[in-house]
């Protein structure tokens, strides 16, 4: 199934292949209202509230559905004008893990259902579904409504089970057929980059004409260069000391604990760093790494390295910046990354960053020219990497140039503008189902 698209008197006078006027935007297992980097909160619940924000701009108004997981929260709220935020009754009051959320599927369809039910028909002309659980209710939702569903997947099981981080659980054959189903009935998909393009039609046989690139974006208003001694004193950082940054989710798929064996490296290699080198962590536990909560902290104390390394819990956008400008590198060492917002971040805020060269890293990273990508997983590289970083400033500088200039071509007004034209194609004429 390509689409269901019945409904056409219902839908006014909505011409096919315009701009649609309302979209519904399903985000189920975590809110756009959630801070970012810790539990599931992370890069989906940025992109599902700044590309809302910008379709609204753009004169389209979205409604965002996604699971409540506190009876006082309310009913619906504006997240920004001409965005509102719905809260579905769907499973109890508190955070369920991602493994058991697929139990309430059904009755997170059966609300958005309601909620759509109160309108006139038609009231709704697209549906764009983000991760495969909010796809799944869309195809239940989109044969209902006569209406296009557009899905992006921000990760796949099947990359991520090819890249499996030591003590993390593969996903499970029910994500995987979950996606495949998702997938195959969508009417169009947004991939990130042309390498997730390529996983979508090599490894889950979707159709290359059904499958647009848009890549994410960066805020260039907050994240933006800055300065970096103004910043390290807002954090009570040493002026003239070096920072080493990870943000984002306290996870084996986000790698932490490599940036902490690289830094380790190089206070063996040159002891004399210690009173000069910070390596801060930003973002809270999530997934697999809720079982072991402290296992970074301990892993700080095993290496010798627990009087350097600053826990700091998940930040506020406006604070993240500070903490971007503060450093001297950010660290990205993922085993996986449909993109890497973080990345964009950084390189936003005028910082080089060192990360994997993996999945989307190679995209939102110019390696050699905002930053520095490292095969492999060996420490070690890491370490040298960092360590040339380091002992050359006049390198650091021509890539802290490049990395604002790489970042300049990811804001969020270009990442609506591709979204509005992937809505256009799934409500052109050649998107109904014959």
Request: charged share 20%; net charge neutral.
């Amino acid at each position: 199934m390509r689409l269901i698209r019945s409904s056409a008197a219902a839908r006014s006078e909505l011409d096919r292949g315009a701009r649609p006027r309302r979209v519904a935007m399903l985000s189920m297992h975590t809110s756009p209202m959630e801070q970012p980097g810790t539990g599931d909160a992370g890069g989906l619940n940025v992109y599902v509230v700044e590309l809302s924000r910008q379709l609204a701009t753009l004169g389209v108004e979205v409604e965002v559905f996604t699971r409540a997981v506190s009876s006082k929260l309310p009913t619906s709220a504006e997240l920004a004008p001409g965005v509102t935020v719905r809260h579905v009754d769907a499973g109890p009051f508190e955070e369920i893990h991602r493994e058991d959320l697929p139990a309430w599927l059904c009755t997170f369809t059966a609300d958005v259902l309601r909620a759509e039910a109160g309108h006139e028909p038609g009231y709704f002309d697209v549906i764009h579904s983000h991760y495969w659980l909010s796809g799944q209710v869309a195809l239940a939702v989109a044969r209902r409504w006569g209406v296009p569903f557009v899905h992006t997947s921000h990760t796949l099981a099947k990359i991520k089970n090819g890249a499996l981080a030591v003590g993390d659980r593969p996903e499970p054959p029910g994500r995987l057929l979950g996606e495949q189903e998702v997938i195959a009935g969508s009417t169009r998909l947004i991939a990130s980059t042309e390498d997730e393009r390529g996983h979508l039609i090599d490894l889950y046989g979707a159709a290359p004409d059904q499958v647009d690139v848009v890549a994410p974006g960066v805020d260039l208003e907050i994240f933006r260069p800055g300065d970096t001694a103004q910043s390290r004193a807002r954090l009570g950082l040493d002026p003239d000391g070096d920072l080493l940054l990870f943000v984002g989710r306290i996870q084996p798929l986000k790698a932490p604990d490599l940036l902490l064996h690289a830094a380790a490296e190089l206070l063996r290699r040159d002891p004399t760093r210690r009173s000069k080198l910070t390596v801060a962590v930003v973002g809270g536990p999530s997934g697999s790494g809720l079982e072991q909560p402290d296992a970074l902290v301990k892993l700080a104390a095993d290496l010798g390295i627990s009087d350097l390394v600053r826990f700091q819990p998940p930040a506020p956008q406006h604070e993240l910046a500070h903490w971007y400008r503060a450093a001297t590198a950010v660290v990205v060492p993922s085993h996986s990354e449909s993109f890497g917002l973080v990345a964009l971040e950084a390189q936003a805020c005028g910082t080089p960053v060192v990360a994997a060269a993996v999945g989307g890293l190679r995209t939102a990273v110019a390696d050699g020219v905002s930053g520095l990508l490292v095969a492999g997983r060996d420490p070690a590289r890491y370490a040298d990497t960092l360590d040339r970083l380091l002992r050359q400033p006049h390198w650091r500088s021509r890539l802290s140039a490049g990395a604002v200039g790489r970042a300049a071509g990811f804001g969020w007004s270009a990442t609506a503008r591709g979204v509005l034209r992937s809505y256009r194609h799934a409500l052109s004429p050649a998107a109904v189902a014959v």
